[in-house]
């Protein structure tokens, strides 16, 4: 079965820019997805079909997908970045999550 | 605006089972697509099983294969998910989550993701 792996955490200071990968065979041949999900909240789309933007999410978040690895970058981190992301993607009919990854603001 | 509202979770024993429920409002139920996802206490979320549009077609995780049933009912907006035989691995919130397909030009559909998700439902397996 398909598997997306991320790492477990990441720390940014504030203003920095964080990138958070997501590594799959061939992950670059389909496309991935973000959520962040903040503690006791649900998960929000905050990037889709690799480098989409749904409407209401900041600039500061951007995506890429190529090779085995996609990656969300937050330029100018801000403290309610703080959050678990997890990244997504499909195959062959079955939806795949990443383990998430805890992003630190410090 | 678009609302995903759970319900129908609890306290079941092992063996035991439940509906859940999720009502939908604010867009037209019956052009999309449907998901339950779960997160088990501290974990990552885990896909559980999709539905499409019409309802004729469904997907499962291995991990729920045969014990559990998605439907929906696109009269009374609502999606469903009965849990049998549940464990206490099925421990978890449970959220239904709207599904957007996507088609590339080279294939049909590439991709679906989650663009609206509903508050949860804690589901706890204990004797």
């Known amino acids: 079965s398909y598997e997306l792996t991320q790492p477990p955490s990441v720390s940014v200071s504030p203003g920095q820019t964080a990138s958070i990968t997501c590594s799959g065979d061939k992950l670059g041949d389909k496309y991935a997805c973000w959520y962040q999900q903040k503690p006791g909240q649900s998960p929000v789309l905050v990037i889709y079909?690799?480098?989409k933007r749904p409407s209401g999410i900041p600039e500061r978040f951007s995506g890429s997908n190529s090779g085995n690895t996609a990656t969300l970058t937050i330029s100018g981190t801000q403290a309610m970045d703080e959050a678990d992301y997890y990244c997504?993607?499909?195959?062959?009919?079955?939806?795949?999550f990443g383990g998430g990854t805890r992003l630190t603001v410090l | 605006q678009v609302q995903l509202v759970e319900s129908g979770g609890g306290l079941v024993k092992p063996g035991g089972s439940l509906r859940l429920s999720c009502a939908a409002s604010g867009f037209t139920f019956s052009d999309y697509y449907m998901t339950w996802i779960r997160q088990a206490p501290g974990k990552g979320l885990e896909w559980v099983s999709y539905i499409s549009s019409s309802g004729s077609t469904m997907y499962y995780a291995d991990s729920v294969k045969g014990r559990f049933t998605i439907s929906r009912d696109n009269a009374k907006n609502s999606l469903y998910l009965q849990m049998n035989s549940l464990r206490a691995e099925d421990t978890a919130v449970y959220y239904c989550a709207r599904t957007v397909g996507y088609c590339s030009s080279t294939s049909c559909p590439s991709t679906y993701y989650f663009d609206y998700w509903g508050q949860g439902t804690l589901v706890t397996v204990s004797s």
């Open positions: 079909q690799d480098n």
């Open positions: 997504q993607a499909w195959d062959s009919s079955i939806v795949v």
